[in-house]
């Protein structure tokens, strides 16, 4: 079974300052990976996707991660944070062919400070 | 189109009483799933549903649950009866299976939140 590792729980950075959201995952096969943004009382919205191909993806708000096969890895980063950015950051993994079902990491609360 | 669409936003009920949590997926979206949020286990996977038929329940928590998806178009999450615990946000989610870069997608509502007293 696929399992998704998020160990930041909580991050603060400044407005303006770069990001990384780390994000880890078990499964035994390319997978296929996501990063949703949660606001509060919203529900998720996808930012970015990896299927195959290109290891760096880019997304919607000028978000890009990289698929790290060696890593088990696919970090989400941002150049710099504005402070709309603020909100609740989940990874999630799908199994390709497995019916389109994905489990979720645990989360990472972002605050940006101004 | 407007998206996946939940009823009721908000719901508060009392312990023992039957909860009615409704969704409408995107057209043409052949896949349905029900996700339950808590703080304490984040988000998890209680059913979902390929053209229409239930294909895994196994996150359904005990029996008190149920889900139907009588049509393409509508689905049900029934809680009977209803216990403190199970206060949550319910998020109902579709997608489809072939298609363009959109395909595999999973696209949310915007959550029920339950509270039972």
């Known amino acids: 079974a696929q399992s998704v590792t998020q160990p930041d729980i909580h991050i603060t950075v400044s407005e303006g300052a770069s990001l990384e959201l780390r994000c880890n995952y078990s499964?035994?096969?390319?997978?296929?990976l996501f990063w949703y943004v949660q606001s509060p009382g919203q529900g998720l919205q996808l930012l970015l996707k990896?299927?195959?191909?290109?290891?760096l993806v880019q997304g919607i708000k000028g978000f890009e991660a990289e698929f790290k096969r060696s890593q088990s890895s696919f970090n989400l980063r941002k150049p710099s944070v504005h402070w709309s950015d603020a909100a609740e950051y989940f990874c999630?993994?799908?199994?390709?062919?497995?019916?389109?079902?994905?489990?979720f990491g645990t989360g990472t609360q972002l605050k940006v400070e101004l | 189109d407007a998206g996946v669409i939940q009823s009721p936003r908000h719901e508060v009920t009392e312990m023992g009483q039957e909860v009615t949590l409704r969704c409408k997926p995107i057209?043409?979206?052949?896949?349905l799933f029900w996700y339950r949020q808590t703080m304490m286990r984040g988000l998890e996977l209680l059913i979902y549903?390929?053209?229409?038929?239930?294909?895994?329940d196994s996150g359904m928590p005990e029996d008190r649950f149920s889900a139907k998806m009588p049509n393409a178009s509508f689905s049900t999450l029934k809680i009977q009866p209803s216990e403190p615990r199970d206060s949550a946000v319910y998020f109902c989610?579709?997608?489809?299976?072939?298609?363009?870069?959109?395909?595999?997608?999973?696209?949310f509502g915007a959550g029920s939140r339950l509270t039972v007293l």
């Open positions: 999630a993994v799908g199994a390709p062919g497995g019916g389109n079902k994905l489990t």
């Open positions: 499964y035994g096969a390319t997978p296929y």
């Open positions: 057209s043409g979206h052949d896949y």
């Open positions: 549903f390929n053209n229409n038929v239930p294909i895994d």
């Open positions: 989610a579709s997608s489809r299976s072939k298609g363009d870069s959109g395909a595999n997608v999973l696209t």
């Open positions: 990896y299927f195959s191909g290109d290891t």
